[in-house]
């Protein structure tokens, strides 16, 4: 059974070798420093003053701090120390926070030595006067004889450097406030260095835990602060800075070029946000409580071949060839893993028996030599059902591209990359009924012919072997699935032959996209793979 909240916190506060909490300004951020690896997280006042817009001055109230912080507390199971500024006024209102903050689950508050309302140390930090000694004393005392869980933890944060008061005064403050009860020392420093962490800590004999924010002297190495005994370090504001510099940049690229193919490969998915939010949780709840679930959704891998990478593939098919961690083939189960699809297909043919997986349905083409990928495709024609997404065994994307193709409504979308290089004979080019421009992303765009043969004038674009078919579309594609199969070149026939015929009678449409994926047909293409 995992401590309570407050026992891990002291316990990190507490113990003899070094601990660090991290920051985090809202329930996401809090959630990703849990899963980071970080025992407890720092509640700062100033990424969560900037999170809304305002000034780390008190400008949002204390009770609108407590709503963010109740999302953050809800959302993780490791502790939080709050940045609890001055505590928000005198005694009385200190009180009243440690009473709130115990009933969100908030392990402990760190208070600083300033007048409220306070401005931040790093803003003219030698301007602000300290707060009296004998009443700060008094804070500490209330917040120790309000708290009801006596693991809760209360920091007092020293600003003596801060403000130029020095060493002297620094120690006087620290010596009174742990007689007053504090559960621990925060000293906090602006300069580059680390000389007045170094001078405090020579001076203070280990006689109480000390709490550090190397933010100014941040180069200092973190083995020193174990040799000065240091108990536990904050990272206090890097999450916060690091989301900053990746939103101006996003705003900055997407304003520039007014589209978002640009960004799309650069950015998480939609569905990590929802596996963060808890998405998945909220899929079982509803099968539980809600008499319908959603449509159903499978794949199918086209992975018989044995592709002809030299020593590569001599023993293995192209598609179990390792991309980072894992093959082909599974970075393409996780892919649609993590969008839902658990229903996954794999029609193999060379060295099929090394084909394996858990979860997967496979069929097998055992005259893969003399086939093209049609036929592996009408091996597996019974599984297209409700809404299926069939892929090439040998491609490399990324997730939001499965993603915009799930979303699509069309009967039958095919995948098509207008940024094509001209590569060889092999590739599956395409004409669309609209041509190339900037518009082709967000219009409903059609197929006119497909082909490796296509004249480059009329080229819009490269198939890059993924695409979805559902509804109606289903039925047209298994009734010529079917026609075709009475042909003598049928075993001759690719997916794209399969596409010439299907235009005939039925719409085919066209989801651009703009790189971010890989047909794996060399080395050279291997190891680009690993950068998708």
Request: a negative charge; one cysteine or more; charged letters at 30%.
């Amino acid at each position: 059974m995992k401590l309570k909240k407050t026992t891990q916190l002291k316990n990190l506060i507490c113990s003899n070798g070094l601990s660090f909490i991290m920051e985090a300004h809202n329930g996401l951020s809090a959630k990703i420093v849990e899963e980071t690896g970080f025992k407890g997280m720092w509640g700062s006042g100033l990424s969560i003053s900037a999170a809304m817009g305002v000034r780390d001055n008190n400008e949002a109230s204390w009770t609108q701090v407590l709503e963010v912080i109740e999302f953050m507390s809800d959302a993780t199971t490791i502790p939080m120390l709050l940045d609890g500024d001055t505590g928000y006024g005198n005694f009385n209102n200190m009180r009243r926070l440690v009473t709130k903050l115990e009933q969100r689950e908030i392990a402990g508050v760190c208070i600083e030595d300033k007048l409220f309302p306070k401005t931040n140390s790093f803003i003219g930090g030698e301007t602000q006067p300290l707060a009296d000694m004998d009443e700060f004393c008094g804070k500490i005392k209330a917040a120790k004889d309000t708290q009801k869980d006596d693991d809760f933890v209360v920091v007092a944060r020293i600003e003596a450097f801060i403000a130029g008061w020095g060493l002297s005064e620094a120690l006087r403050r620290a010596e009174a406030y742990r007689l007053a009860g504090a559960d621990a020392i925060l000293v906090h420093s602006k300069k580059a260095n680390s000389s007045d962490i170094e001078a405090f800590m020579a001076e203070w004999a280990n006689r109480h835990p000390v709490v550090i924010v190397p933010t100014k002297y941040y180069s200092t190495p973190t083995d020193k602060f174990r040799d000065l005994g240091i108990n536990t370090v904050i990272w206090a504001n890097h999450n916060m800075r690091a989301a900053i510099t990746a939103i101006q940049n996003n705003c900055k690229d997407i304003y520039d070029n007014e589209t978002l193919q640009n960004v799309e490969g650069k950015i998480v998915s939609v569905a990590e946000i929802f596996r963060i939010q808890g998405a998945d949780e909220l899929k079982e709840a509803e099968k539980v409580y809600l008499p319908t679930s959603g449509k159903e959704v499978n794949s199918i891998i086209l992975a018989a071949s044995q592709g002809s990478l030299n020593e590569l593939t001599t023993d293995i098919p192209k598609t179990l060839l390792k991309v980072g961690e894992k093959s082909i083939l599974h970075n393409q189960v996780d892919t649609y893993n993590r969008l839902g699809i658990k229903d996954i297909s794999v029609v193999r043919g060379f060295a099929k028996d090394k084909v394996t997986g858990t979860n997967l349905t496979f069929f097998d083409n055992d005259d893969h030599e003399n086939t093209k990928d049609l036929y592996s495709l009408y091996l597996a024609k019974e599984k297209m059902k409700e809404l299926t997404v069939i892929s090439y065994g040998d491609i490399v994307f990324k997730d939001y591209i499965l993603n915009e193709l799930l979303n699509d409504e069309n009967d039958i979308t095919i995948v098509v990359d207008a940024d094509f290089e001209h590569t060889d004979d092999t590739q599956d080019f395409v004409k669309t009924d609209k041509g190339y421009s900037k518009k082709v992303y967000f219009e409903d765009v059609k197929l006119d012919e497909i082909s490796n043969s296509l004249s480059k004038d009329i080229i819009t674009g490269e198939f890059i072997g993924l695409w979805k078919v559902s509804g109606k579309g289903i039925e047209v594609v298994q009734k010529i699935l079917t026609d075709l199969s009475q042909r003598e070149d049928f075993k001759n026939l690719s997916v794209s032959d399969l596409f010439s015929e299907v235009v005939k009678e039925h719409r085919i449409s066209v989801k651009f996209i703009k790189g971010s994926w890989l047909d794996v047909d060399t080395i050279v293409d291997l190891e680009k793979a690993k950068e998708l």
